[in-house]
């Protein structure tokens, strides 16, 4: 793929997730394509369909969540005390919750579950490389599954409303920490 098909297929990405999160599935594709600062054609050119759209997100969040386990493999095993709260908000940094349950929503899942099944388990086996040595270090019971760990992380880091941001500044940050000190051992 030539760098500028490249670029606008990572923009279109980056403008669903961004519209999914704020405005759900319903969004229409040309306001994607505008948020993407691409035309109409290029955004069916790289995703013929909504559907394809859908599989499009799920593969670049597998593949960047492969990645980012990957970058954190070495610090985990040589400070897993630094690093593992430095990987937990690396993940945070991904948005997951906030565009991810809309991503689904607006699709036939049972046309894309093997799809999403085989991205979800490449993504999740990653993850649980990173549990795993977290565990061994003892920051983590031996009870967390990958499975656990990024539902968890998911709903601690769901869209809050503007108000207890205002009450509570970084209460994101907050929840995330609480949530990490939860899984330690007893």
């Not at 999914?20 to 229409?28: E, K, Q």
């Not at 599989?55 to 493999?73: F, K, N, Y």
């Amino acid at each position: 793929m030539r760098a500028d098909a490249r670029a606008n297929r990572a923009a279109i990405l980056a403008a669903t997730r961004e519209l999914y999160a704020t405005r759900g599935p319903d969004v229409p594709l040309s306001a994607i394509a505008e948020q993407a600062g691409v035309g109409a054609g290029t955004l069916y050119r790289h995703f013929p369909t909504q559907q394809d759209l859908v599989v499009g997100v799920v593969e670049w969040l597998s593949t960047t969540i492969h990645d980012l386990c990957g970058r954190w493999l070495e610090p985990m095993r040589s400070d897993p005390a630094t690093a593992w709260p430095g990987f937990a908000a690396d993940m945070v940094e991904l948005k997951v919750a906030a565009f991810m349950p809309r991503v689904v929503e607006g699709v036939d899942i049972d046309d894309l579950l093997p799809q999403i099944v085989e991205r979800r388990d490449a993504a999740l086996a990653a993850v649980g490389e990173v549990v795993e040595l977290a565990k061994g270090a003892g920051l983590v019971r031996e009870d967390v599954t990958a499975v656990q760990f990024q539902m968890g992380l998911a709903v601690t880091t769901r869209p809050l409303p503007a108000a207890a941001h205002a009450l509570v500044p970084d209460v994101g940050g907050w929840l995330v920490e609480v949530y990490l000190r939860g899984l330690r051992p007893d």
